[in-house]
C-alpha cells in the first residue's frame, strides 16, 4: 500500500518561503506521476504543480516563477519550494500520486494515492 506523508507547512509574512516534504512509501516515485494541490476553505481542490516520470513539471499560473516542484529518488520524496507566498496561497496542501500521466487539470478522482495534508498560512 503507498502511503504519503506531507510535512513542511506553517505560517509565514507574506513574501516568505517555505519548503513542503512528501515522503512516499510501499513503492518507487519512478512508478508515478506526482502532484502537489491545495484547497481553501470555500474553495475547489485545485493543481498547483506536477512532476511527470520523465521530469517534466508543469505549474498552475497562479504560483508560475515562484513555486518548484522536485523529487529526490533516493529518499524516496517530493518537495515542494514556495517563495514569494502571498497571503491567497494560504491552504491546505496536498501531494498526490498517479500511476500514468498526469496534468495539472486531472481531477481529484484521478489521481489514486493522497497524502493528509500540510496547512499553509501567508499572513499580510
Known amino acids: 500500500q503507498v502511503q504519503l506523508v506531507e510535512s513542511g507547512g506553517g505560517s509565514v509574512q507574506s513574501g516568505g518561503s517555505l519548503r513542503l516534504s512528501c515522503s512516499v512509501s510501499g513503492d518507487t516515485l519512478l512508478n508515478y506521476c506526482l502532484g502537489w494541490h491545495r484547497q481553501a476553505p470555500g474553495n475547489e481542490r485545485e493543481g498547483v504543480a506536477v512532476i511527470l516520470g520523465d521530469g517534466t513539471t508543469h505549474y498552475a499560473d497562479s504560483v508560475k516563477g515562484r513555486f518548484t516542484i522536485s523529487r529526490d529518488h533516493a529518499k524516496n520524496t517530493l518537495y515542494l519550494q514556495m517563495n514569494s507566498l502571498q497571503p491567497e496561497d494560504t491552504a491546505m496542501y496536498y501531494c498526490?500520486?498517479?500511476?500514468?500521466?498526469?496534468?495539472?487539470?486531472?481531477?481529484?478522482?484521478?489521481?489514486?494515492?493522497w497524502g493528509q495534508g500540510t496547512q499553509v498560512t501567508a499572513l499580510s
Open positions: 498526490a500520486a498517479r500511476r500514468g500521466h498526469c496534468a495539472i487539470y486531472y481531477p481529484r478522482s484521478a489521481f489514486d494515492y
